[in-house]
């Protein structure tokens, strides 16, 4: 029998973290042709309406229901409108481990949305379904998954070198890979301690998530 993650949805002040559903099929396309995501991720470029079919109806639940992870489109909570991912995949049941990844839509960066969502999941993933670890990979380019790492209290633990491909734009605007090195991030239930306070006091709002 595969071990899966309950369905469900967690919500925080200002986001909910939920299953993807075929409203947020043009959303999707539109967030994924941005230019950082299509840098620093896998994600086909350009990146068309039938990708973002085939991820929301198959991909997506296919993580959960092989055991594999899950994913969760993050949304505001007043607006609704698709905010970004957070994704955990590669878990590993036995170890109690998962790797967490995360993206933002441009027109919602700089408003702390990825660290909110990204620790409403691994307080989730701790206390509900009592995970040990986390681990997090971010290209060393790339700043700002870093700050989000560094943000809700993760140890970088290493450098894997030569171990993504990233994406540029080349001089006539046509997209060129590069290689790149990975920073490994882990995160264990004790380096939460003091985390969700630092983020009300920063941040005015409570990082405590619910779960349904």
């Not at 001089?171 to 939460?192: A, H, K, N, Q, Y």
């Not at 306070?197 to 405590?208: C, D, K, R, V």
Request: glycine residues 6%.
């Amino acid at each position: 029998m595969t071990t899966t993650f309950p369905d469900i949805s967690i919500s925080t002040d200002r986001l909910v973290l939920r299953p993807f559903e075929d409203v947020d099929i043009d959303a999707c396309t539109e967030m994924m042709n941005d230019e950082l995501i299509t840098s620093w991720t896998t994600v086909p470029q350009p990146y068309t309406r039938d990708d973002a079919q085939e991820w929301i109806t198959r991909q997506a639940p296919a993580e959960r229901s092989r055991g594999r992870g899950i994913v969760f489109a993050v949304t505001e909570f007043l607006t609704q409108r698709l905010v970004g991912v957070v994704r955990l995949s590669h878990t590993d049941w036995r170890v109690r481990s998962a790797e967490l990844s995360y993206l933002i839509a441009p027109w919602a960066r700089g408003e702390g949305y990825a660290s909110e969502a990204a620790l409403a999941t691994v307080q989730w993933l701790f206390d509900d379904q009592r995970f040990e670890r986390v681990e997090l990979r971010t290209a060393a380019d790339n700043t700002a998954a870093q700050q989000v790492a560094q943000k809700i209290g993760c140890i970088s633990e290493g450098v894997l070198r030569g171990a993504w491909i990233a994406r540029a734009r080349d001089g006539g605007g046509e997209w060129s890979e590069f290689r790149t090195d990975l920073i490994v991030w882990s995160l264990l239930p004790e380096d939460l301690d003091g985390v969700s306070e630092q983020f009300a006091e920063a941040s005015g709002y409570t990082s405590f998530p619910e779960w349904n």
